[in-house]
């Protein structure tokens, strides 16, 4: 029956394929792209060979953000894997890993290479896209383009950020190919399989089992893998130049500015892009301003020992995002800035090595996990997405006063 449902959603957003093409994943295999008919019912787009980027002149916040890319240098294995977490105090690894966070910290790296402008974080990026890309399944039988393979399921989320790791490399380096890999065309397929997930009614199905015919799990629910999905859908406009990714954000986007307000800095990503690429409605200005009042009501920022630095983090992408997309847009924007530096002091305070725990940091400790984002003094561990969510919004509010300047 799940199935059955899910075929039909297909069906309803015209998302059979048309023609097969074939495609190389990596290595020596050979696999299958899906691509949409009314996708390329025009003149296929020239792909955009100039990402834009705002340059960033050397600051204290950039150096602390080199630093958190540093450490997930320093801890990445020889065949690309990325440390998932660490206990500082202990040494243990212990952990069940996300490769949906794993994919979005190998992002990050790109990142830093941008910023940076040092090629050896390109390469850690570069192997790590190598190591996780190898979870791709491709099944033109049982579904559009490909999805990004974890934990038993292809997650919606693992897909959109698979894509946005992409898109972070070609930030970076202005190019698509590596090592016998098209990443625009492994973009792509991931976003037809992003779109196959559209409910007919509005929103996504956020986890699809492959095995035998392929099954949807109606009930599985990720709070952010909606904001991460429309994303993923502008970083592929802005990629390929095609109003197909537009049209789908679009109709994304206008059924998620209904839903109750959340701290999705996703979300407040994706309206960043629409100011850039195309324009934020007032609909979405006014749904933009309630997340940004969420985030600043939302989280305690005192420095109390318990408080964590990990969703602290993504408040700093939130409201730095926001406010690009303000000012992008002729709106109000500076009534965020003293926001951000609030939360920006708190993950700072937990940025080794800095730390005002209990717990002094020796130079064994500094040497192994310099740079790195623990959750908190009762809770000393790094996990990928601590450096990840911090590199990201220290370079998005760099951005911000680039632009405001």
């Not at 540093?70 to 020889?78: A, G, I, K, P, T």
């Not at 105090?89 to 940076?116: N, Q, W």
Request: net charge negative; hydrophobic share 40%.
């Amino acid at each position: 029956m799940e199935n059955n449902l899910f075929k039909k959603g297909l069906i309803v957003l015209g998302l059979i394929a048309a023609a097969i093409v074939l495609i190389r994943i990596g290595g020596d295999s050979t696999d299958s792209e899906a691509a949409p008919a009314h996708e390329t019912a025009t003149a296929t787009p020239t792909p955009n060979t100039a990402p834009s980027i705002v340059p960033l002149p050397d600051s204290p916040l950039k150096e602390s953000l080199i630093a958190a890319g540093d450490y997930l240098v320093r801890q990445q294995l020889s065949n690309g894997e990325l440390s998932y977490q660490v206990n500082v105090l202990t040494g243990e690894r212990d952990f069940s890993p996300s490769y949906v966070r794993l994919i979005a910290g190998t992002g990050a790296l790109f990142t830093v290479c941008r910023v940076s402008g040092n090629e050896q974080y390109c390469r850690a990026g570069d192997r790590a896209l190598d190591h996780y890309l190898d979870r791709l399944i491709v099944d033109p039988l049982h579904f559009p383009g490909a999805c990004f393979y974890t934990s038993g399921t292809c997650q919606l989320g693992g897909s959109a950020l698979a894509v946005d790791a992409i898109y972070k490399r070609w930030q970076a380096t202005g190019n698509f190919q590596y090592g016998g890999r098209d990443l625009l065309i492994i973009a792509k397929n991931l976003g037809y399989f992003i779109a196959s997930l559209r409910k007919p009614a509005g929103g996504f199905y956020h986890t699809f089992d492959p095995h035998y015919a392929g099954t949807i799990d109606p009930d599985y629910f990720v709070t952010y893998f909606p904001g991460e999905s429309l994303l993923a859908l502008l970083e592929l406009h802005e990629m390929t130049g095609n109003e197909f990714w537009l049209a789908q954000a679009r109709e994304v986007n206008d059924f998620m500015i209904t839903q109750t307000v959340t701290e999705d800095h996703w979300h407040s990503y994706a309206f960043q892009m629409f100011a850039r690429l195309d324009r934020l409605t007032t609909a979405d200005k006014t749904y933009a301003r309630q997340i940004a009042q969420a985030v600043i009501d939302g989280q305690v920022r005192s420095l109390n020992p318990t408080n964590t630095s990990i969703s602290t983090a993504t408040k700093i992408e939130a409201l730095a995002s926001l406010a690009q997309a303000f000012y992008l847009s002729g709106e109000d924007h500076e009534w965020l800035d003293a926001e951000i530096r609030t939360f920006i002091t708190f993950v700072r305070a937990r940025q080794l090595p800095e730390a005002n725990c209990t717990w002094s940091v020796d130079d064994d400790m500094q040497d192994k996990f310099g740079g790195g984002i623990f959750s908190s003094c009762e809770e000393p561990s790094v996990r990928v997405d601590g450096p990840q969510h911090y590199i990201n919004g220290i370079t998005a509010y760099l951005e911000y006063q680039e632009m405001a300047k």
